[in-house]
């Protein structure tokens, strides 16, 4: 029995059932809705519906990085027990999550001098991020221990592939992704631009495509063109939304390109903290690529 833990943070994306079966310990971020500081526990104390409704009334919503005292926190009750931790941490390249993490380790390992705390920078985010932690557990359930986890994950990192299709751009333009006269133009011609993540883990805009119903078209064709295998891939495939009707659309359709993966892809909600950012009418598609491969996209 390896004596560590799987640790991450809220914007993994994924729900409580999944991190009490794997037996991954998580940290919260927080989200302030005009002058409510609300944790994001994964829509227990606010939905994914309410966080929507309040910022569409007009409400201002930012999100808060987990701070070095809630790391302080989180990682001591696990070194208390004598257990070291693998700690895996929203991308660097979107959040500056990793170096309240860092701060934390140093603190505490001159406490516990004897004890480890490995972190791994995801370069993701959302469920895509998720994928990397839950991957941690099957090498920890595999025999590995923290430090060789944490080799194979950095050495892997770059296969693990996340696509955001947006078809609402309003909290994009909001949050300053998009610039506002470029918004207003894509608004007018339904324009749903597709945004991943360059090599460092920050977020790119590398298409865009008119109309739903072919940036779907499109979303499933990337993952052809990408997943190992191609249309015979087998591997992890996950979908997170912010829309329920558009995940479920691009679930039927990536099955139906996909056999191997009927019946087997899991679908999560965005949570607050992402979906701040991103807002309703987004859908996200995650899956693994080649052997070796790199996201050739740079920031």
Not at 222 to 247: P, Q
Request: with cysteine; net charge negative.
């Amino acid at each position: 029995m390896n004596d560590y833990v799987v640790s991450c943070c809220s914007t993994a994306d994924l729900d409580h059932a999944w991190y009490e079966r794997r037996q991954i310990y998580t940290v919260p971020f927080h989200i302030v809705v005009g002058d409510e500081d609300i944790e994001d526990d994964m829509g227990v104390t606010i939905t994914q519906e309410q966080l929507f409704s309040r910022m569409l009334a007009g409400e201002e919503a930012h999100s808060s990085q987990v701070t070095v005292g809630a790391y302080l926190e989180h990682f001591e009750r696990f070194l208390e027990q004598g257990l070291d931790i693998l700690h895996i941490t929203l991308s660097s390249g979107i959040s500056g999550t990793l170096n309240s993490a860092v701060n934390a380790r140093k603190e505490l390992l001159e406490k516990y001098p004897e004890r480890k705390i490995v972190l791994v920078d995801s370069l993701n985010g959302s469920s895509g991020y998720g994928m990397v932690v839950d991957t941690a557990a099957d090498l920890r359930d595999q025999g590995y221990g923290p430090e060789e986890a944490a080799a194979w994950l950095k050495a892997h990192l770059q296969e693990f592939n996340t696509w955001v299709l947006s078809t609402d751009l309003t909290f994009l333009i909001k949050g300053g992704r998009v610039k506002p006269a470029a918004g207003l133009i894509g608004k007018l011609l339904n324009i749903c631009p597709f945004v991943t993540l360059t090599a460092e883990g920050t977020l790119t805009v590398t298409e865009k495509v008119r109309n739903k119903k072919k940036a779907l078209g499109r979303l499933v064709q990337i993952m052809k063109e990408r997943a190992d295998g191609g249309e015979a891939y087998s591997g992890k495939c996950y979908i997170s939304h912010t829309d329920a009707a558009l995940g479920k659309e691009l679930q039927e359709r990536v099955e139906e390109a996909f056999p191997q993966l009927r019946g087997k892809i899991e679908t999560f909600l965005v949570g607050a903290t992402i979906g701040v950012h991103l807002g309703p009418g987004t859908v996200v598609l995650f899956f693994r690529g080649p052997e070796g491969s790199i996201r050739e996209f740079r920031g």
